[in-house]
């Protein structure tokens, strides 16, 4: 098994390509280790010491390190981690658990606006950021804001502010008339 990885426009995160499906469909983010009992991928990267946050997409697992760690020391074991889990034929998610097909469910007067949103999120932003190693989800929208979730190499990433501000919110706005603003929420 020959796993690629790729940087991301985060340095504390990487991405790491196994070279087959990680999960059917939908992403699972696991932003601490508490969290990661639904899934023993997860499980075992985050037994590598300096790892602080796993994301799982289609074909790809984005792992966040602390500050003090040093890709020099984490990328080995962590590729070691990931190979191991594929070789041992242990499901990436556990028993009932399922990956989040993302976006918040919306109920209101703006189900329309909402039905917009999600779709130029899932056509144009979404693949975009999968490439980088994470993704945003829709999350509310309330009085022209667009509240989006980060997850992935995109939480804490130093030009995440940049994209939402100037990508997003830009093409959010240019298309649909009734956002004014984008704003990241955590969860």
């Given at each position: 098994?020959?796993?690629?990885?790729?940087?991301?426009?985060n340095?504390?995160?990487l991405?790491?390509?196994?070279?087959?499906?990680?999960?059917?469909?939908?992403?699972?983010?696991?932003?601490?280790?508490?969290?990661?009992?639904?899934?023993?991928?997860?499980?075992?990267?985050?037994?590598?010491?300096?790892?602080?946050?796993?994301?799982?997409?289609?074909?790809?697992?984005?792992?966040?390190k602390?500050?003090?760690?040093?890709?020099?020391?984490?990328?080995?074991?962590?590729?070691?981690?990931?190979?191991?889990?594929?070789?041992?034929?242990?499901?990436?998610?556990?028993?009932?658990?399922?990956?989040?097909?993302?976006?918040?469910?919306?109920?209101?007067?703006?189900?329309?606006?909402?039905?917009?949103?999600?779709?130029?999120?899932?056509?144009?932003?979404?693949?975009?950021?999968?490439?980088?190693?994470?993704?945003?989800?829709?999350?509310?929208?309330?009085?022209?804001?667009?509240?989006?979730?980060?997850?992935?190499?995109?939480?804490?990433?130093?030009?995440?502010?940049?994209?939402?501000?100037?990508?997003?919110?830009?093409?959010?706005?240019?298309?649909?008339?009734?956002?004014?603003?984008?704003?990241?929420?955590?969860?």
């Amino acid at each position: 098994m020959f796993i690629q990885t790729e940087s991301t426009p985060n340095p504390a995160t990487l991405k790491f390509l196994p070279g087959q499906t990680v999960l059917e469909s939908g992403t699972a983010d696991f932003p601490s280790a508490e969290g990661a009992a639904a899934s023993p991928l997860a499980q075992r990267v985050f037994a590598v010491k300096g790892v602080v946050g796993v994301f799982l997409g289609s074909d790809f697992v984005t792992i966040t390190k602390d500050d003090t760690a040093d890709w020099d020391h984490v990328k080995p074991a962590v590729l070691g981690a990931i190979m191991e889990h594929f070789q041992s034929g242990d499901p990436v998610m556990a028993g009932e658990a399922e990956a989040s097909s993302g976006h918040a469910e919306h109920h209101g007067e703006d189900g329309e606006i909402v039905g917009q949103i999600k779709e130029l999120l899932d056509t144009r932003v979404r693949p975009a950021v999968a490439q980088d190693g994470g993704d945003i989800t829709f999350h509310g929208f309330e009085r022209g804001v667009v509240y989006l979730h980060m997850q992935g190499a995109c939480a804490g990433c130093p030009s995440s502010t940049l994209t939402l501000k100037m990508g997003i919110e830009n093409l959010l706005r240019h298309y649909i008339p009734e956002v004014t603003e984008v704003r990241p929420v955590a969860v």
